[in-house]
């Protein structure tokens, strides 16, 4: 399953898959720890990167993962020939592949991210129940939510309603004064003309 998310997410060919899976299946109990640790690399990443955008300490466990999968990671990385130049690339794909080949290029996307400036601008959705973060690439760096047209949207309207519940209140309840109170109750005392003369 995570050989499938791999290819769909474009870490792996089409041959590291194929590749990939007939090695799961002829070693699953293989296969069943690097999921699990597919899933701890996943609950490490995530934690690492809310206490990024929230500014807190960085988790001892979850670092500790990353930095155990990174090792592997960067003890395969390779650099290949592009187009314009050179890219970060993996071994290719063998008739005994190493089964956690799906999970180096997400540690090493995931330290990038983090050792970069860039972590600066993560960001937690504000928006109701989701809790994605995200890299905030907004001019201002005031972006709220992970995207416009689901969580953008359904904040943006909460907002609204908000607000408008707020102006519908009674100014005692909001805690201010209403019009009636306003016109009935000067700010100050009236100004008395002067006894001068």
């Known amino acids: 399953m995570q050989h499938a998310l791999g290819l769909r997410a474009g870490v792996l060919t089409d041959a590291d898959h194929e590749s990939l899976r007939g090695a799961a299946d002829a070693n699953p109990g293989g296969a069943s720890r690097v999921t699990q640790r597919a899933r701890e690399l996943r609950e490490a990443i995530q934690a690492l990167v809310v206490g990024a955008a929230h500014g807190r300490a960085p988790d001892p466990a979850g670092l500790a993962m990353l930095n155990r999968e990174l090792e592997a990671a960067m003890a395969a990385v390779t650099v290949a020939p592009s187009g314009e130049g050179f890219?970060?690339?993996?071994?290719?794909?063998?008739?005994?592949?190493?089964?956690?080949?799906?999970?180096?290029?997400?540690?090493?996307?995931?330290?990038?991210?983090?050792?970069?400036?860039?972590?600066?601008?993560?960001?937690?959705?504000?928006?109701?129940?989701?809790?994605?973060?995200?890299?905030d690439e907004a001019r201002d760096g005031r972006r709220r939510t992970c995207e416009m047209a689901n969580c953008g949207n359904r904040f943006r309207i909460r907002a609204f309603a908000r607000r408008r519940a707020t102006a519908a209140q009674p100014a005692a309840v909001r805690g201010g004064r209403s019009a009636v109170d306003a016109a009935q109750v000067p700010d100050r005392a009236p100004e008395t003309a002067s006894s001068d003369g």
Do not use: I
Request: with cysteine; charged share 20%.
């Open 87 to 135: 890219v970060w690339g993996w071994p290719e794909s063998t008739s005994d592949p190493d089964l956690a080949r799906p999970l180096w290029p997400l540690a090493r996307s995931a330290a990038e991210l983090l050792v970069s400036p860039e972590r600066y601008r993560l960001r937690q959705c504000a928006g109701e129940g989701c809790g994605w973060v995200f890299l």
